[in-house]
């Protein structure tokens, strides 16, 4: 006995396993993002305090983390990593080379 599939049901079956594939791209996506809880005014009070240093635009965030005192802001530039204290305002309090 031969079954006659309709063209409708094959490509339904082929996009619910294809949607299945793309949800988890996302996941796998989600967990190589940097932590990012720091706002924008903060990040880049810490992007100006680096670039300053250096005099010219070279600083990239890795990684900000709010804190009720301080964010910590984690900064790469030119082979050199910065840690940076800020207020959610964009105040610089720390900004230290780590070794």
Same mark, same amino acid.
């Given at each position: 006995?031969?079954?006659?599939?309709?063209?409708?049901?094959?490509?339904?079956?082929?996009?619910?396993?294809?949607?299945?594939?793309?949800?988890?791209?996302?996941?796998?996506?989600?967990?190589?993002?940097?932590? %990012?809880?720091? +706002?924008?005014?903060?990040? *880049?009070?810490?992007?100006?305090?680096?670039? #300053?240093?250096? @005099?010219?635009?070279?600083? %990239?965030?890795? +990684?900000?983390?709010?804190? *009720?005192?301080?964010?910590?802001?984690?900064? #790469?530039?030119? @082979?050199?990593?910065?840690?940076?204290?800020? +207020?959610?305002?964009?105040?610089?309090?720390?900004?230290?080379?780590?070794?």
């Amino acid at each position: 006995m031969k079954t006659k599939f309709s063209a409708t049901l094959v490509c339904t079956i082929l996009l619910v396993g294809l949607a299945g594939c793309v949800e988890d791209m996302a996941e796998m996506d989600s967990m190589d993002a940097p932590l %990012r809880s720091g +706002s924008v005014a903060a990040e *880049q009070g810490c992007v100006q305090g680096v670039n #300053t240093n250096y @005099g010219r635009p070279v600083a %990239r965030v890795t +990684s900000s983390d709010f804190s *009720q005192a301080n964010t910590e802001v984690m900064l #790469t530039a030119e @082979g050199e990593t910065w840690r940076c204290l800020v +207020s959610e305002s964009g105040e610089v309090r720390d900004l230290a080379v780590v070794m």
